[in-house]
């Protein structure tokens, strides 16, 4: 399966640009020529030059080196999230639907409840009651996020518990975790992975949304979203302030959504081979 | 006298209705209403009953999977859905099953070979002993007459007779007594039809396997086995137990069906000469019988 995805120039190309991105954020401290948080007030909105490949922002801070760091936020608090949520989805999901009866009822009415509230709305609820920190937001999204999962993965396991390949399993006796794991994991995670990887954009956005409006990461701390809400204020009069943190948050989401696609067609089998 | 290697005494099944006349009503639709058969070693019993009989009912309650609300079955003399001692130990692989739809029956993320793995597998956590997977895999694929290079193609690289001789091996790798084929043939070409028989006859043979027939189709049944079992809405409605009376069934349901078949007449040579000579007392029955 995975020898199929490699063949795929889009994934490489998408798993390339996640990669390199991931390995920058590690390895920011020695890649940024800068430190990010030294300002150098004369050398506000300083265009590019060798010293500060991107220019400054508003306090003469490298805008460079603090996209790099901003890169720790941004991919691993929304891999951390996605992980999460998945984590909680697939457990729940998979109790749900495979073992039914009064497990199923309970989960999944507490997944209606879940789900009958906006999902926005709920962060910044959560986020008003705990205060106001990048944690709050990650254990808010796995919270309101969880729910989707849990019912999508619920349903994909009925569906495949009615397989004549999971009956016969039963039939000859091997034990539930045979085959939730050989059977029912790997049959949902074709569908899982598609969503995962266009919730790990989700992710991404959201945690730069809220700290875009000031409830995520913290102001001296470099994140794109707040360097997008930094460079908002200055948006009439030095506009390119708002280029790189925007390109690279559209670059990374767009990255994720279409390894989904590759994901999807590498893990199915069949269309796989056409 | 031996006990029958299968019993299965007034086994009842209903489901909850889909459509419900009163809210939450519990109106339930009986689809097995009291089968009892037995089934001797080396046997071969066809059940034969029109789509919607509750065939494949029976057999998934025979396969383990579908616990009757009443009614018992007695694999060995070992109580299927026992809760006693005596009936959890001893042999579990007393019957395996080879499903209608071949299609769904395999993984399609498996290989052929992890296929039939499983089977093994299991063999070895009710053994408690270690099986040589890969040279097993390959006794069984030559068992069933297959090349041996197919252990490593994925299901859906197969072609349909290939698949069903598949899930053939894999249904035989855990030993078993008695192996229940659910329409096993059923959506092959005759041809191959004929072949994955007379492979299953060899393999009897060999093995002395007893079957479970399940189908709708009595060409097969007259072809393959010794007795059949007529099924009409959840209950046994006609018994043959020599395959040579099969045109003498009476009642008006087996009657209808036997005689649809020999109609068109693609019954073998001997059948449709002794409906000729049945013909002069057999036509107001079939008249009676269809109307
Ligand atoms: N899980 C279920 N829930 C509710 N009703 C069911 C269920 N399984 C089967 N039935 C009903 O039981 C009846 C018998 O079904 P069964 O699958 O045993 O038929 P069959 O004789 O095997 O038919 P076919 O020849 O088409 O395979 C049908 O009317 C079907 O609607
Ligand atoms: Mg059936």
């Known amino acids: 399966m995975l020898r199929q995805l490699f063949k795929n120039p889009m994934a490489l190309l998408c798993m390339g640009v996640l990669l390199f991105t991931a390995l920058l954020g590690i390895l920011a401290p020695w890649a940024a020529p800068n430190d990010p948080y030294a300002n150098d007030i004369l050398n506000k909105f300083a265009g590019p030059s060798w010293q500060y490949p991107l220019g400054t922002d508003h306090l003469g801070r490298c805008v460079f080196s603090r996209m790099l760091f901003g890169i720790r936020p941004t991919l691993f608090l929304s891999l951390l999230t996605m992980l999460g949520t998945i984590g909680l989805g697939v457990i729940m999901g998979v109790a749900a639907g495979y073992f039914r009866g009064v497990v199923d009822e309970i989960i999944m009415r507490v997944v209606d409840v879940m789900l009958s509230f906006p999902s926005q709305i709920i962060i910044l609820a959560v986020v008003a009651l705990l205060g106001v920190d990048i944690r709050n937001v990650v254990v808010a999204s796995i919270f309101i996020k969880w729910a989707w999962y849990a019912r999508m993965i619920r349903t994909a396991t009925i569906k495949y518990t009615g397989m004549n390949f999971v009956l016969f399993s039963r039939s000859v006796g091997s034990g539930n975790f045979y085959i939730l794991t050989r059977h029912m994991l790997p049959c949902i995670a074709a569908e899982l992975a598609v969503l995962a990887s266009l919730d790990t954009g989700w992710a991404i956005l959201n945690i730069s949304t809220l700290s875009f409006l000031g409830l995520g990461v913290q102001a001296p701390v470099p994140e794109w979203g707040a360097m997008l809400n930094e460079a908002k204020n200055v948006m009439v009069s030095n506009p390119e302030q708002m280029i790189a943190p925007g390109v690279a948050v559209v670059a990374l989401v767009g990255a994720c959504n279409m390894l989904g696609d590759c994901l999807r067609d590498a893990l199915d089998p069949r269309t796989a081979r056409q | ?291």
């Open chain 2, 1 to 291: 006298m031996k006990d029958p290697l299968l019993v299965v005494s007034d086994v009842r099944v209903s489901f909850l209705k889909e459509h419900q006349k009163r809210l939450f009503g519990r109106e339930r639709q009986q689809v097995l209403r009291g089968v009892s058969l037995a089934l001797e070693e080396g046997e071969c019993l066809g059940v034969i009953g029109e789509s919607g009989s509750g065939k494949s009912t029976l057999g998934r309650v025979l396969a383990g999977l579908l616990p009757p609300e009443s009614g018992a079955v007695f694999i060995n003399g070992r109580n299927l859905y026992g809760r006693g001692k005596r009936d959890a130990a001893g042999p579990r692989h007393g019957l395996s099953v080879v499903f209608q739809d071949y299609t769904s029956s395999v993984n399609p993320r498996f290989r052929v070979e992890h296929a039939i793995g499983e089977s093994l597998r299991a063999l070895e956590r009710l053994e408690g002993r270690v099986v040589d997977k890969k040279r097993r895999v390959a006794e069984l694929l030559e068992q069933v007459g297959l090349p041996a290079s197919c252990a490593s193609r994925y299901p859906h690289e197969l072609s349909g007779g290939q698949l069903q001789r598949v899930c053939i091996a894999r249904a035989i790798a855990v030993n078993p007594r008695v192996v229940l084929l659910d329409e096993a043939v059923s959506s092959l070409d005759a041809s191959t039809q004929t072949q994955v028989m007379d492979l299953l006859m060899e393999l009897r043979a060999r093995r002395g396997l007893s079957y479970i027939f399940i189908t709708h189709d009595l060409t097969c049944v007259t072809y393959f086995c010794d007795r059949a079992l007529f099924f009409n809405a959840g209950r046994i409605v006609e018994q043959v137990d020599d395959m040579k009376n099969l045109s003498r069934v009476r009642d008006p349901y087996a009657r209808r069906l036997l005689d649809a078949v020999m109609g068109i007449g693609v019954q073998p040579g001997d059948l449709r000469r002794e409906r000729a000579d049945l013909l002069p007392a057999g036509d107001g029955d079939v008249m009676g019988a269809a109307s």
